[in-house]
């Protein structure tokens, strides 16, 4: 297991090693482009911080889809817009020799939910007809309104429309957590799991987004806590942490603030880690 953190650059992709170092992470995720523009990386950028990267040999390296992208939007702007961007942003991965990319599964509009899948599938087959290499990860969101995909059910639904063995899974606790799983004791973990393994896409979870909640179980409210200060709490990680499912895969944390705080992050996350 290699835990890690979502690392901010201020002061561009040039300060991410530093900031990796400087908190301890063995896996990185991060943004590769403008997360509040359209525009998307830079083919020159991605070459040259992925060399920087690859020299630093800290760990794996994971991009986050901008927060404009919406794959699922009842928009048709959006969609298209959202597509070129996740293009533009896997060929960009490939070059910097990303471990995978990450984008939302999307939300649709009030009462549309089937069309939503519908859109969200096919801009991710797009996505991934159109690029190679580099996984395609999509997040579980927080079953907030018009969500496509808040648990392994849904999921599995989506992956299934998609049919591309590219497409990986990554699971956010916070996310998971608010959407009803009861991440905060050892038996919710278990049936999570469980039903991750039922659902048939156990095999496709590759990263974890390792957040506590702010706000309850089963509340619908995504809202980010450092770990082990939230409703899941450092024994809810734990169980988490141990099993087995998350041997190999990175973990990361996307908590508030950043700097030292993602420092005790990662620290309290490896103090509960088999």
């Not at 490939?94 to 939910?113: D, L, R, T």
């Amino acid at each position: 297991m290699r835990i890690g953190a979502h690392v901010r650059t201020p002061g561009g992709l040039r300060t991410a090693v530093d900031n990796a170092r400087a908190v301890g992470a063995e896996a990185v995720q991060l943004f590769l482009s403008n997360p509040r523009s359209w525009a998307g990386p830079r083919p020159e950028t991605a070459e040259r911080f992925g060399a920087e990267w690859r020299e630093a040999g800290i760990g794996p390296l994971y991009v986050h889809a901008p927060y404009l992208v919406n794959i699922a939007s009842p928009n048709p702007d959006f969609v298209v817009k959202s597509l070129e961007l996740c293009r533009r942003s896997v060929v960009a991965c490939a070059i910097a020799g990303a471990a995978g990319f990450v984008v939302h599964a999307g939300s649709g509009g009030p009462g549309e939910h089937a069309e939503a899948v519908s859109r969200a599938a096919a801009t991710l087959r797009l996505i991934l007809e159109e690029t190679e290499g580099t996984d395609l990860i999509v997040e579980l969101m927080a079953d907030t309104s018009g969500s496509v995909a808040s648990r392994w059910p849904e999921a599995a639904q989506l992956f299934e429309l998609v049919g591309d063995a590219r497409l990986r899974l990554c699971g956010d606790t916070c996310h998971l957590f608010v959407t009803g799983y009861g991440l905060d004791t050892a038996e919710g973990v278990d049936a999570c799991f469980d039903e991750l393994h039922a659902s048939g896409l156990a095999e496709r979870l590759v990263l974890v987004h390792a957040n506590d909640a702010k706000f309850a179980r089963g509340s619908r409210r995504d809202r980010h806590e450092n770990v082990g200060e939230g409703e899941i709490g450092l024994e809810g990680f734990r169980a988490v942490l141990h099993r087995p499912e998350l041997a190999d895969l990175s973990v990361v944390v996307e908590t508030p603030h950043g700097g030292d705080a993602h420092r005790r992050d990662i620290e309290r996350l490896r103090s509960v880690a088999p």
